[in-house]
């Protein structure tokens, strides 16, 4: 789904019903990607886009490649669970918080 301004795009990637349009209705939002931004910004909830593909969706070219560069893709070919990625999310989340907390 693309948002932004004129000549600044800015992209979510969202799993949606094929048959809905491009900016259209969509059933649940898996991240953003801002190609602008030098690097380019991907942030992508991995147990969301795995748990969509295990039930089926099928991922565009350029979603695919944002797919592998965030580690979904290769957590779905693995076949890890989703409850996995949610627990590994979680524990970094906490270490990120114990790490602040350290510094300040």
Known sequence: MRVGKK????????????????DGRFIEILGTYNPRSEPSEITIDNAKAVHWLNHGAQPSERVKKLLEV???WAAFNDGTTVEALQAAAAKAAEAEAVSAGAEA
């Open 7 to 22: 000549k600044q795009p800015s992209y979510r990637v969202v799993a949606a019903d094929a048959r809905s349009p491009r």
């Open 70 to 72: 965030s580690g979904a």
